[in-house]
C-alpha cells in the first residue's frame, strides 16, 4: 500500500503492472526529452542575433520537424496498444470473483465454490484495531489465491462504483445493468489496498478494497 512518503506508483504485485510501470517510464523519459529540447530552443531565442534575416523558406526543415514528432508518437503509441490488449486478455482463470459495487461497500461472490457470497465494510474509526489502517481496512477481506490466473467481474447495483486496486493494475467500472470483465494474476502474498474511483455519493471515500493474497492451499482451506 501507499504511505505517506510515496508519490510515485505503488510496487507491482501483478505482472500486468509491472508493464503499465515500464510504460509510464518509457513515455515519461520520451516527454523529458521533448521538454529538455523544446526549453533549450526557447531560451536560446533570447540570444537570436538575427542572422538569417533574409531567410524566406525552408523545405527540408519543415518536412523533418513535421514528420520527426509524428514517429516520436509511434513509439508511445504502438507500446500503449499492446498493454491495451494485453490488459484485456483472459488466460484461462482457475478462480471467478465477482464484485458487486454498493451505496456504500463492496460485496462479493465466488459462484465456483459452493456460492460463497459476503458483504465487505469498511472498518470506521473508532472500531479500529490498534494496528489497524483507517479508512482502508475493512470488516471481510478478499481471500484469493496467489500463483494463479484470477478473473474478476465487476457489476454494481445502484450507481457506478469503481473496483480500483493500484498494485495489481485493477480499476474496473461497476456499472449498474453491466458486467465488466477483468483478469490478473497476483505474485506474491500480502495484503493489497484499493479504493472505489467512481464518485459514487457522499460515501463514496469509505468503501475500500482489501485483497488477502494467500498460497493456493490456505485458499482451499479457507473457502471450504
Ligand atoms: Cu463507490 Cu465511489
Known sequence: MSTWANLGLQDSASPLMEQLIFFHDHALLILVMITVLVGYLMFMLFFNSYINRFLLHGQLIEMIWTILPAIILLFIALP??????????????????????????????????????????????????????????????????????????????????????PALGVKVDGTPGRLNQTNFFINRPGLFYGQCSEICGANHSFMPIVIESVPVNYFIKWIS
Open 80 to 165: 500503449s496498444l499492446r498493454l491495451l490488449y494485453l490488459l484485456d486478455e483472459i488466460n484461462e482463470p482457475s478462480v471467478t470473483l465477482k464484485s458487486i459495487g454498493h451505496q456504500w461497500y463492496w460485496s462479493y461472490e465466488y459462484s465456483d465454490f459452493n456460492n460463497i457470497e459476503f458483504d465487505s465494510y469498511m472498518i470506521p474509526t473508532n472500531e479500529l484495531a490498534i494496528d489497524g489502517f483507517r479508512l482502508l481496512d475493512v470488516d471481510n477481506r478478499v481471500v484469493l489465491p496467489m500463483n494463479s490466473q484470477i478473473r474478476i467481474l465487476v457489476t454494481a447495483a445502484d450507481v457506478i462504483h469503481s473496483w480500483t486496486i
